[in-house]
């Protein structure tokens, strides 16, 4: 019986050691995995060390490590980095890697910006578009390929010979048309946006330039001529009407006033009736 309590009792003991040993490792372990853990971080971090960075984030941060030189750093974002994307989980928000060939990501299979030497296509990155496709070294994507789109012609123009409309019997006659969509570098290229073709019309002459400037010289001069002779007859009508008047009122001033005759009345004498 003492025995047995006694081996009991060694039990218990080695039991109480076993914990106490596993609960010191424990402390020892993270100690060295995360020390000087600290409550009160900044940059977003909930728990941090001096050592190792953020540990954990505050709510909606994403979590992401940072490599300087042979360590890496945790640190805390409002968005994932270049290269990274983001998922939510209930306990932690992670920024994961895209692949090799993309730059920025929806999804680690959704790529939305290739890296260089590479075409996006359905949120894949390929270095050749598929058939029916086309590169677009601008937006690095591949396109539908755009074949060339012109309007409708226009009306045929009056028939003329060297710019003029008069002066001949044969011409030509033109239209045009619009391009209302250029092609991209592999679509079909534009067509002719003019055409011309022969065209007969009746002969009629043509009013010589200078015969006709000329003509509209002569009478503008003689317009002139004669306004000017109109001006000076009358300027003449008016110095001989002017003359005139001034002789008679000299010819008034040096004659002499005329006296009246006398009426018949007073030439006539008196008649004595008594005898």
């Not at 853990?37 to 505050?58: E, F, H, I, P, R």
């Not at 300087?68 to 989980?89: A, W």
């Not at 075409?119 to 058939?131: A, I, M, R, V």
């Amino acid at each position: 019986m003492q025995l047995r309590l006694i081996s009991w009792f060694f039990i218990a003991l080695n039991f109480m050691e076993y914990i106490g040993s596993q609960h010191a490792s424990r402390v020892r372990r993270q100690g060295r995995m995360h020390p000087n853990v600290s409550q009160g971080c900044q940059g977003g971090c909930a728990t941090c060390s001096d050592y190792n960075g953020c540990l954990s984030c505050k709510p909606r941060l994403f979590f992401v490590l940072e490599r300087i030189g042979m360590k890496q750093i945790g640190v805390c974002l409002s968005s994932c980095p270049s290269g990274y994307y983001g998922t939510r989980y209930p306990d932690i928000n992670k920024c994961a890697k895209c692949k090799a060939d993309c730059d920025t990501c929806f999804t680690r299979n959704f790529c939305t910006k290739c890296k260089s030497g590479f075409y996006l296509y359905s949120g894949k990155c390929l270095e050749k578009c598929p058939d029916g496709l086309e590169a677009n070294n601008h937006t690095m994507e591949c396109t539908s390929i755009v074949h060339c789109e012109a309007s409708e012609w226009s009306p045929w123009s009056p028939c003329t010979k060297k710019g003029k409309t008069c002066g001949f019997k044969r011409g030509n006659e033109v239209r045009v048309r619009e391009i209302v969509q250029h092609p991209s570098a592999r679509g079909n290229p534009c067509p002719a946006t003019s055409e011309s073709r022969k065209c007969m019309v009746q002969r009629k002459r043509c009013q010589k330039e200078g015969k006709g400037k000329k003509n509209r010289e002569e009478k503008r001069k003689k317009s002139n001529k004669d306004e000017s002779k109109e001006s000076k007859q009358e300027s003449k009508g008016r110095a001989a009407r002017r003359q005139n008047r001034e002789q008679r009122e000299n010819n008034n001033k040096t004659q002499p006033k005329k006296r009246k005759a006398p009426s018949k009345e007073q030439n006539l004498a008196p008649v004595d009736t008594a005898h």
